[in-house]
């Protein structure tokens, strides 16, 4: 992936007859190569070619067996892999989430806490996904905060932190030993720019499944435009607006695509 980004995602989509997202397909609980293998078909079937793919849920995703940086689940790196290989033979762009946003109570898979390990794991994951993918996004939605100080999610300094980590782990090394820098972004919910990030990824204010018909053209546009001039000349992709794969999000996702600045938008188109 080249800066500037021009994508087509799709993060919604159904599967036997149950919305989901394309977040936890890599190896989230629950997930099956059947299932990986038709959302790769449900992408073909409106003209997405990028995913974005999460590691780290504290409730369904992780690929450590026990504790977070311990051993892993040879089974669950194997499915994500086996995954990232099959979208790549499809011609599919894939875009890495290391960490969910915010922080859950009691989830299997804790690793907010290990405040220590999260560094390292930036790094390692880097590191690990750098050969065979073509962008990554911090974390989803990193400017989550509910009402509870223990739920939050990165500061903006952290937030900016994380992406430096990944900037200097995230490359190729091209046939000539040159460098290749692989692109690092974020993905909010509100109007906020880390100052490293080289594209910015966004979600409109309404609530997408609930919300998503019920929104203007005009306020989607207006919305986007917002997010185009807060970014400063950097690329911004509209990861998250409408969960329908109707006529109105056609309407809405077409405009925000016209937008000067918006290289990036959620299907269908």
């Not at 799709?10 to 059947?34: A, I, P, S």
């Not at 290289?263 to 269908?268: D, H, K, L, S």
Request: overall charge neutral.
């Amino acid at each position: 992936m080249s800066l500037p980004l021009v994508v087509k995602s799709k993060l919604f989509w159904r599967y036997q007859g149950n919305l989901e997202t394309c977040w936890y397909l890599g190896w989230g609980d629950g997930v099956t190569k059947k299932m990986q293998d038709a959302y790769i078909d449900d992408m073909d079937r409106f003209g997405a070619d990028t995913i974005t793919l999460n590691l780290l849920n504290e409730g369904i995703c992780s690929p450590f067996s026990k504790e977070f940086m311990g051993p892993y689940s040879q089974q669950k790196v194997d499915l994500m892999f086996g995954f990232i290989d099959r979208l790549k033979a499809r011609g599919k762009l894939i875009v890495i989430v290391p960490f969910d946003c915010p922080r859950c109570d009691g989830g299997k898979y804790p690793f907010w806490r290990f405040t220590e390990r999260l560094g390292p794991f930036l790094q390692l994951a880097a590191q690990a996904f750098s050969p065979k993918v073509d962008g990554f996004i911090v974390g989803i939605e990193t400017d989550r905060s509910p009402t509870m100080t223990a739920k939050r999610g990165l500061s903006l300094a952290e937030l900016d932190a994380a992406v430096f980590i990944l900037k200097e782990n995230a490359y190729r090394m091209d046939a000539a030993g040159n460098k290749y820098p692989i692109p690092v972004g974020t993905h909010e919910a509100g109007f906020r720019i880390a100052p490293r990030a080289d594209f910015i990824g966004v979600e409109t204010p309404n609530h997408p499944v609930t919300q998503g018909d019920g929104t203007s053209v005009e306020q989607m546009v207006t919305w986007a435009k917002k997010w185009v001039v807060a970014a400063a000349g950097r690329p911004v992709w509209v990861i998250e607006s409408n969960s329908s794969e109707g006529s109105i999000a056609r309407a809405q996702n077409r405009a925000m695509a016209e937008i000067p600045g918006v290289v990036g938008v959620n299907m269908p188109i």
